[in-house]
């Protein structure tokens, strides 16, 4: 693997950003990635970026919106890994589905991976590694014999309406609990 192509931000320095200055350099990183793919496809058009983007999900490239979307919550707790990892992982979708076959290439296939390894000098990984409970909050507490079980507000709501959930481990249907504390769950 070779060196990453873009830049190495400084940890220190990124830990002392506040949240105005630290979307400004999301989005510049996100130019310099951009600027780098423009090199090897001139007619990639820029994406508009949103930091919108919520539960456990870092990032995503979409397409119907024109642009990438970003996790806050994520971006704020994991600054450096998301701007070495997470920028230019999205960056490689938005290029390959800009490819002339981009549109009938896999998610994390091929040409994703070879866009990671060869431009941008990075392993190509699927996922990440971030916690994110804050990013995902479960507020929703249901039970079954062995252990509490998370529900986000639309789980919830399905088996308000009726739909049944069962456990992985030991089988029984999940029973829901009226009261969570949000606190509790984190320490």
């Known amino acids: 693997m070779r060196q990453p192509a873009l830049p190495e931000?400084?940890?220190?320095?990124?830990?002392?950003?506040?949240?105005?200055?630290?979307?400004?350099?999301?989005?510049?990183?996100?130019?310099?990635?951009?600027?780098?793919?423009r090199k090897y496809h001139p007619a990639l058009p820029?994406?508009?970026?949103?930091?919108?983007?919520?539960?456990?999900?870092?990032g995503?490239?979409?397409?119907?919106?024109?642009?990438l979307r970003f996790n806050p919550?994520?971006?704020?707790?994991?600054?450096h890994a998301y701007l070495v990892e997470v920028v230019p992982h999205e960056m490689a979708h938005?290029?390959?589905?800009?490819?002339?076959?981009?549109?009938?290439?896999r998610p994390h296939g091929h040409e994703w991976r070879t866009v990671m390894e060869r431009l941008f000098g990075l392993p190509p990984r699927v996922t990440h590694a971030f916690d994110t409970r804050r990013a995902?909050?479960?507020?929703?507490?249901?039970?079954?014999?062995?252990?509490?079980?998370?529900?986000?507000?639309?789980?919830?709501?399905?088996?308000?309406?009726?739909?049944?959930?069962?456990?992985?481990t030991c089988a029984q249907t999940l029973v829901y609990q009226s009261f969570v504390d949000p606190e509790s769950r984190y320490n």
């Open 9 to 37: 931000p400084c940890p220190e320095w990124l830990a002392s950003l506040d949240d105005a200055a630290l979307k400004r350099t999301l989005l510049d990183r996100v130019e310099a990635a951009w600027q780098l793919c």
């Open 46 to 58: 820029r994406p508009k970026v949103w930091c919108d983007l919520r539960g456990k999900c870092a």
């Open 60 to 67: 995503q490239a979409h397409y119907g919106r024109g642009g």
């Open 73 to 79: 919550v994520l971006y704020r707790e994991n600054r």
């Open 94 to 105: 938005w290029l390959v589905r800009h490819l002339r076959d981009g549109r009938r290439a």
């Open 136 to 168: 995902s909050p479960m507020p929703y507490r249901y039970h079954c014999g062995c252990q509490d079980h998370y529900f986000t507000a639309r789980r919830h709501a399905l088996a308000r309406r009726g739909r049944r959930y069962r456990c992985l």
